[in-house]
């Protein structure tokens, strides 16, 4: 309500209380003479002294209060009809913003099922697929989705007897290029030859160096890099050494030996074996495990060679407490 409708009431309630005062006032007016007129008639003519002006009707002077109060009311009712417009209109808009927000609302709810339906199908579509995707800033190279062993058979494979063909390992080279190029192991026959004729090995050819303290420490990862301009055989070693050969037994006791190509292990029937003594025999005794990978796929290939000691065990130099020993070899060609 505005300061016009305060000022508009208090005049109202103003003027409303002088009329009743003037109202009030006139009937006393009117009551004495009455009076008067009957105090006249009772006064005989020759005494009268003064002159009593006839009454020949009534006198109102609170006519003129009267018509400034009904004029106030009709204002005041103008403006009562005015704020009920007013708070109806209040009441509609306020429906309204009601009404947008439960729109609102129900779009966000929509959006977000839209979003959980989209995400369902988009998952069912990329196990339907089984195509690798890389989340990475190397984008070129991604993970094998399968490993083929050829015409090897599980016997072979667990007794480790040698197998006439290569393995072959399919590696997704390329996300847009959308094809694979075989990743060649030897079989271990050919491993031991190559072992024999010292082919070179991943950690001959690498970037990097470490000392023997950094290879020595358990949950501790090792990176490799090695860039190669064309593919070239290399052999993918896995080996342990200690001061003696007594030593040397006891320790493998204690480890447990994998070797990985990205997310799956290579099989056994592809790896030689040899333990042997350094320094043309003067030095440490060692074991070793290793495979030929015969032909290298382009684009990136992460090989991983682990240990995992169970116990703490010393090597005649060192301790090492139970933990894994990583060695990741990073091949790139091309």
């Known amino acids: 309500m505005g300061n016009s409708t305060y000022i508009i009431l208090e005049k109202h309630g103003q003027l409303s209380q002088i009329l009743v005062d003037c109202e009030s006032k006139l009937g006393a007016a009117n009551a004495r003479r009455d009076d008067l007129k009957g105090f006249s008639r009772n006064i005989p003519t020759s005494k009268k002294v003064f002159k009593v002006v006839p009454f020949t009707k009534d006198i109102n002077p609170c ?14 009712q103008g403006i009562a009809k005015l704020n009920q417009g007013i708070a109806e209109l209040d009441e509609s808009i306020l429906a309204e913003i009601k009404a947008e927000k439960r729109r609102n609302r129900n779009l966000i709810m929509f959006g977000i099922f839209l979003v959980i339906i989209l995400g369902i199908v988009l998952f069912f579509q990329s196990q339907k697929s089984n195509t690798p995707v890389s989340t990475g800033a190397n984008t070129s190279s ?5 490993i083929n062993l050829g015409n090897s058979n599980s016997d072979n494979a667990i007794s480790g007897k040698s197998n006439s063909s290569a393995t ?4 997704m080279t390329s996300v847009s290029e959308n094809s694979t190029r075989d990743l060649i192991l030897g079989t271990n026959s050919e491993a031991q030859t190559a072992w024999e004729n010292k082919i070179k090995e991943l950690e001959d050819v690498a970037i990097e160096n470490y000392s023997d303290a950094e290879r020595s420490i358990p949950g501790k990862k090792l ?26 037994s006891i320790n493998k006791g204690h480890i447990k030996f994998s070797n990985i190509i990205f997310d799956n292990a290579l099989p056994e029937h592809v790896f030689g ?10 030095g440490w005794m060692c074991y070793a495990q290793f495979a030929l990978i015969k032909s290298w796929p ?17 090597d005649g130099q060192t301790q090492y407490s139970p933990g894994v020993l990583d060695r990741e070899f990073h091949v790139t060609v091309g």
């Open 63 to 76: 006519s003129e209060l009267d018509q400034a109060v009904a004029i106030l009311t009709q204002k005041l």
């Open 168 to 171: 072959k390992i399919p590696i």
């Open 298 to 314: 382009s684009g990136k290939t992460i090989l991983t060679t682990r240990k995992v000691i169970e116990s703490l065990i010393d």
């Open 273 to 282: 074996y040899s333990t042997y003594q350094t320094n043309s025999g003067t």
């Open 223 to 248: 990176i490799y890099t090695i860039i190669l301009k064309t593919s070239e055989p290399l052999l993918f070693t896995n080996r342990w050494c200690a001061t003696h050969g007594k030593t040397l």
């Open 142 to 146: 991604v993970m094998t989705s399968k």
